[in-house]
C-alpha cells in the first residue's frame, strides 16, 4: 500500500509562477517538476510544496525531514536527500557549502551570495550587486567557469 495514495495538499489561492513559488499552489509544483524534465510523484510534488511554498529560505535535509514530518509526509531521510541532490541538478535549488559537514539548499537560484551566521547556522541572502569578485583564475583547459560563490561567515562581536 502506498501510504502517500491518500495524502492530500491544500491549494493556495494565490497564482505562482515557475521563478516566484511565494504560496506554491499544488498543481504549479506539478507543472514546475514537468517544466524541468521530473516527474511529478507523490513525494516529490509534498516535498516541493513544502519547499517553495514559504518563498525564499535556506534550509538543511534535516530541516526539510522535520518539516514533512510534522507535514505527515511519510518519507525517509535518504528519500530528502535524493530528492534535494535531483532538484538541485535541475536548477529549481541552489546548494550551499557553509563548512564540511553541512550544505544548505536555497530555493532562490538567482544570481547572490550568502552571509552564514557561526553559531546559529544561520544563512541570509546578499544581493549579487553588494559583491564585487575581482579577477578570477583562469579556469583548466577544456573547462569554463559556471558561477562564482560567495559565502561570508559571521560571528557575534565580543
Sequence with gaps: MNPLRNFRLPVATAPASHTDLTGCPWHDVKAMLRQVGLRPTRQRMALGWILFGKGDRHLTAEVLYEEATRAKVPVSLATIYNT???????????????????????????????????????????????????????????????????????????
Excluded: C, M, W
Excluded at 536548477?91 to 537560484?109: E, H, P
Design 84 to 158: 534535494l541532490h535531483q532538484f538541485t541538478e535541475v536548477g529549481l535549488l541552489r546548494q550551499i557549502a557553509v563548512d564540511g559537514s553541512k550544505a544548505y539548499f536555497d530555493t532562490n537560484v538567482s544570481t547572490h551570495h550568502h552571509f552564514f551566521i557561526e553559531g546559529s547556522d544561520e544563512v541570509l541572502d546578499i544581493p549579487n550587486a553588494e559583491v564585487v569578485v575581482g579577477r578570477t583564475p583562469a579556469p583548466p583547459e577544456g573547462y569554463e567557469v559556471a558561477r562564482v560563490d560567495v559565502v561570508v561567515r559571521l560571528r557575534k562581536k565580543d
